[in-house]
T-cell receptor, first 115, second 110 residues
Framework: EAQVTQNPRYLITVTGKKLTVTCSQN?????MSWYRQDPGLGLRQIYY???????DKGDVPEGYKVSRKEKRNFPLILESPSPNQTSLYFC??????????????FGPGTRLTVT | GEDVEQSLFLSVREGDSSVINCTYT??????LYWYKQEPGAGLQLLTY?????DMKQDQRLTVLLNKKDKHLSLRIADTQTGDSAIYFC??????????FGTGTRLKVLA
C-alpha cells in the first residue's frame, strides 16, 4: 500500500531533550516536506527536500533540522525542543517533474507536546 | 510576504452549495490546490488548478481562479454531511515551496 508513515504518532517531552520524528515513504517520491499545523495558523512549511542531499528552508525552519540521506526517509530533528514547538506535525511526499501535478501525500501526523 | 488567507468557518445546510474562498499573494504560483482534512487525519488532495486556467469542474467540485485578484474559490454542490471537514487552499511557488492557507472548517447541518 502506498503510504507515508511517521513515528511516533504522539510524543510528550521536556524542554531541551533532543528528539527525532521519522518519516518514510514507499512511493519513490523525490519531494518530501515537513509541516506544522497550529490552530488559526493553518499549515506552515518547515523544510522541504527535492532529492537526496538536497534540502531547503520553508517558512518556519528555526529550531528544526532535517536530513535526506536516503530517498525514502526524511527525519525531522529538534535539537533542543521548546514549548513553542508544541504542535501537530505532518510529513508529506510527492513526485517531481514529468508533468506531475505534484500531489502531496500526507502522513497521519505526529502530535508533539513540549513541557 | 507570502500569505494565503481563508475565512475560518462556514456552516451550510445539507443539499445546499458551499463556497470556500481563498486569497493568495505569490503571482509566480503555477499550481493552486484544495486539500481536505477530516478529523484526526492527514490532508488529502481534493482538486487542483493550473495557473493558466480560469475554471475547473470535477463532479460536485468547481474551482474558480481569478489571477488578477489572486482569488481562488471552491464550490461544493449538493453538500453532504460527509463533506464536513477542514479545507485548505495551497499554492506551489516557483521554488517548490508550498504555502497553505489557515483552513476553513466546513460544518454541514442535517
Amino acid at each position: 500500500e502506498a503510504q507515508v508513515t511517521q513515528n511516533p504518532r504522539y510524543l510528550i517531552t521536556v524542554t531541551g531533550k533532543k528528539l527525532t520524528v521519522t518519516c518514510s515513504q514507499n512511493m519513490n517520491h523525490e519531494y518530501m516536506s515537513w509541516y506544522r499545523q497550529d490552530p488559526g495558523l493553518g499549515l506552515r512549511q518547515i523544510y522541504y527536500s527535492m532529492n537526496v542531499e538536497v534540502t531547503d528552508k520553508g517558512d518556519v525552519p528555526e529550531g528544526y533540522k532535517v536530513s535526506r540521506k536516503e530517498k525514502r526517509n526524511f527525519p525531522l530533528i529538534l535539537e533542543s525542543p521548546s514549548p513553542n514547538q508544541t504542535s501537530l506535525y505532518f510529513c508529506a511526499s510527492s513526485l517531481l517533474g514529468g508533468g506531475a501535478v505534484y500531489e502531496q501525500y500526507f502522513g497521519p501526523g505526529t502530535r508533539l507536546t513540549v513541557t | 510576504g507570502e500569505d494565503v488567507e481563508q475565512s475560518l468557518f462556514l456552516s451550510v445546510r445539507e443539499g445546499d452549495s458551499s463556497v470556500i474562498n481563498c486569497t493568495y499573494t505569490d503571482s509566480s504560483s503555477t499550481y493552486l490546490y484544495w486539500y481536505k482534512q477530516e478529523p484526526g487525519a492527514g490532508l488529502q488532495l481534493l482538486t487542483y488548478i493550473f495557473s493558466n486556467m480560469d475554471m475547473k469542474q470535477d463532479q460536485r467540485l468547481t474551482v474558480l481562479l481569478n489571477k488578477k485578484d489572486k482569488h481562488l474559490s471552491l464550490r461544493i454542490a449538493d453538500t453532504q454531511t460527509g463533506d464536513s471537514a477542514i479545507y485548505f487552499c495551497a499554492e506551489r511557488t516557483g521554488t517548490y515551496k508550498y504555502i497553505f492557507g489557515t483552513g476553513t472548517r466546513l460544518k454541514v447541518l442535517a
